[in-house]
């Protein structure tokens, strides 16, 4: 069936520091991709999304491009700060957008 | 409202206690998911609804769990007879008619004790 892998935190970096948080996916079609951030004590959001192989999304700095050869959907920053401390949810949908399957999620720690 | 909002944000059960979980969606939405997320993991897909009609059950984990949307507006997730296995954060979103997009809930953490 579905489902997503990403890499397992928590990741501990250093204000203006490198991002990058691994994800891959299995699934049979053509699945749209997303990431998710969950801040504390807040519900999940949207950060950005592709729903095709070589789109690339992008929000607030951070940037995932679909990459169908290798079932990936990295994300990445180039500077963080010390607000993109959240848990980072990887995920994908069915055609219709009905159903999304998350991967487990990746605690992002920032320090200043 | 301005977003999802679920209630209790908080739930405490003995174990064998039936329990109901709330969501008022944004006004209008059409769509309405229902989502598990146990401790240290992400949300796994339980319900849809559009409008009043459950369009997908499947990943209702049995029988004791039921959902209900029966206005096309607010629904309730009931689980009967709770289990320990039941503890964990359960999601509400919504979606209006021909976006892609959810709006996620807070959540309400249900503890089985």
């Known amino acids: 069936g579905d489902s997503v892998t990403q890499m397992e935190g928590p990741v501990t970096l250093s204000e203006e520091a490198f991002l990058t948080i691994n994800c891959t996916y299995t699934a049979t079609g053509y699945p749209s991709l997303f990431w998710y951030v969950q801040y504390p004590g807040e519900g999940l959001q949207l950060l950005l999304k592709a729903t095709k192989a070589d789109d690339k999304g992008s929000n607030k700095g951070f940037e995932a491009t679909y990459r169908k050869e290798t079932t990936s959907f990295h994300l990445e920053k180039g500077s963080v700060q010390v607000s993109d401390s959240a848990v980072y949810f990887c995920?994908?949908?069915?055609?219709?957008?009905?159903?999304?399957?998350f991967g487990s999620g990746t605690k992002l720690n920032v320090k200043p | 409202g301005a977003g999802v909002s679920q209630s209790p944000r908080y739930k405490v059960a003995k174990r064998g206690q039936d329990v109901a979980l709330r969501c008022d969606p944004i006004?209008?939405?059409?769509?309405l998911f229902w989502y598990q997320q146990a401790l240290g993991q992400g949300p796994e897909f339980l319900t849809y609804?559009?409008?009043?009609?459950?369009?997908?059950k499947s990943g209702l984990p049995s029988d004791r769990f039921f959902a209900e949307r029966p206005e096309g507006s607010v629904s309730t997730l009931k689980i009967q007879r709770t289990q320990q296995e039941d503890s964990a954060v359960y999601l509400c979103?919504?979606?209006?008619?021909?976006?892609?997009?959810?709006?996620f809930g807070s959540g309400t953490r249900l503890t089985v004790v």
């Open positions: 995920a994908l949908s069915d055609r219709n957008f009905n159903k999304f399957y």
């Open positions: 979103a919504s979606r209006p008619q021909g976006r892609h997009g959810y709006t």
């Open positions: 006004s209008g939405h059409v769509s």
């Open positions: 609804f559009q409008n009043e009609a459950q369009l997908d």
